[in-house]
């Protein structure tokens, strides 16, 4: 996609909404780390009616410590891989305790070397916690970016490091949210509503349901 096509799509997303949100709830940089770790191969629904009951029981690292895996589990059962994420985010507030003071450290490096915590999930909670102009590649992201033309690439890194160059700055700190909710409500994976998009002329899809 050509550098003015893609200044008009961020120009149209900026206009339709210009201080789009993320769906998970929290309260907190620690209690937005948590959520994203559980919301792996999850939907954001089912992770926050489970940290609607998590939340309120253990809203720092210590409380959620104290838990213990087996406490939390019973919080999370109903989310998707449960036992591991359990494992991983009590770990995470050990280590958050151990060697960040209990706070959420806003460098990558240090949120890469959290327990559950990839570049994903780091990227995420240095965008919204911290807001820096990072861009998390999920599915959406990657479908997105090469069903448009707008970074297409073979691996989420590829398709993130060409997002990063592609988007203009002033539109990068939201990149990724505009480009999450257009995945996950209009241009979906089985079933694009492209009659209903506001990008459909400028994006290269062949396929297009219009």
């Given amino acids: 996609m050509k550098k003015a096509a893609i200044s008009e799509l961020f120009a149209r997303f900026a206009a339709a909404d210009p201080d789009p949100q993320g769906e998970l709830e929290y309260a907190s940089p620690f209690q937005l780390l948590v959520a994203v770790i559980l919301s792996a191969q999850a939907t954001d629904i089912s992770v926050n009616k489970a940290t609607a009951r998590l939340f309120p029981v253990a809203p720092t690292p210590e409380a ?51 327990a559950g915590v990839g570049r994903k999930t780091a990227n995420v ?58 995945g996950r409500y209009v241009c979906k994976a089985r079933k694009p509503e492209c009659s209903r998009c506001l990008i459909a002329d400028l994006c290269e899809f062949k396929g297009k349901t219009i």
């Fill in 64 to 114: 959620m410590l104290a838990l213990g895996e087996a406490g939390l589990t019973e919080y999370i059962k109903t989310i998707g891989l449960y036992r591991a994420k359990a494992r991983n985010v009590i770990l995470c507030c050990q280590q958050l305790l151990e060697k960040h003071g209990g706070e959420v450290p806003p460098e990558r490096q240090a949120l890469e070397a959290l």
């Fill in 125 to 182: 909670v240095l965008n919204i916690a911290f807001g820096e102009p990072t861009i998390a590649v999920d599915t959406h992201l990657f479908r997105l970016g090469n069903r448009t033309g707008l970074a297409p690439g073979k691996t989420p890194l590829a398709v993130e490091q060409k997002l990063l160059k592609a988007v203009p700055a002033k539109y990068r700190r939201h990149a990724h949210h505009w480009l999450i909710l257009h």
